[in-house]
């Protein structure tokens, strides 16, 4: 399939290892974040979300972190696995009331060796 | 499957001729969205519907772009006159409209439009 970008910052973690994806986002009115994994050929899909009144929310295998102060998120994926490896994504929504316009981020690319 | 579907997934066509791409969303879904994205970065919002109505539109939707949701299910965006800066990912994706912040984007595969 097509590669989602040739020039993403690159993770590169050892199978069974944890995972940790860094994120700065833009906007201090922003009150809901997503993280999204795109695999190459592939639409985004949804990991985890969480909201500004929350600072820790987690998942199956995965936690996402949010720090206001300095605008700061981050995505944990435990036990790293192979079908891990893709690109992702955080996206921010400012609180305007209306609808999900999602700002994202630039993308890292998670490598998972064996 | 009953996940967001979009048709073609990969279109090829000559500069200045129009393309129009469908999508249509998880059944139960009052909001869609399209998206685009270029090689190497994230999605960018274009426009947004719900139900039937195109609510917003971003400043990239140039006047060659448009989009319609006429009965409230499916949706078409169409570009005329293709330049080749058209040439990317084009993401549609659904959603429930809630109240507060907490609104769930599903996004299709996508249509991978070519310009040459």
């Known amino acids: 399939g097509e590669s989602v970008g040739l020039h993403l910052p690159t993770l590169s973690v050892q199978e069974g290892d944890n995972s940790i994806i860094n994120c700065a986002y833009s906007?201090?009115?922003?009150?809901?974040f997503i993280w999204y994994k795109q695999e190459s050929g592939k639409g985004p899909q949804f990991i985890i979300d969480i909201r500004s009144n929350m600072d820790k929310r987690q998942g199956q295998r995965v936690t996402v972190l949010l720090n206001k102060t300095v605008k700061h998120l981050s995505l944990q994926i435990a036990a790293t696995q192979p079908g891990d490896s893709a690109v992702y994504f955080c996206a921010e929504k400012l609180n305007t009331g209306t609808a999900s316009k999602l700002t994202f981020g630039t993308g890292t690319r998670l490598q998972v060796t064996l | 499957d009953t996940g967001v579907s979009q048709d073609p997934r990969h279109k090829i066509t000559k500069r200045g001729q129009n393309v129009t791409f469908r999508c249509d969303p998880i059944s139960e879904h009052n909001r869609l969205y399209w998206y685009r994205q270029t090689l190497g970065q994230g999605p960018e919002f274009l426009t947004y519907f719900q139900n039937e109505a195109q609510l917003e539109k971003s400043r990239l939707l140039s006047d060659r772009f448009s989009a319609e949701r006429p009965k409230g299910s499916f949706s078409t965006l169409e570009i005329q006159r293709t330049e080749q800066g058209d040439s990317a990912m084009y993401l549609c994706?659904?959603?429930?409209?809630?109240?507060?912040?907490?609104?769930?984007?599903?996004f299709g595969s996508g249509t991978q439009l070519s310009v040459l």
């Open positions: 994706a659904s959603s429930e409209a809630t109240q507060g912040a907490g609104e769930k984007l599903f």
């Open positions: 906007n201090s009115a922003s009150d809901y």
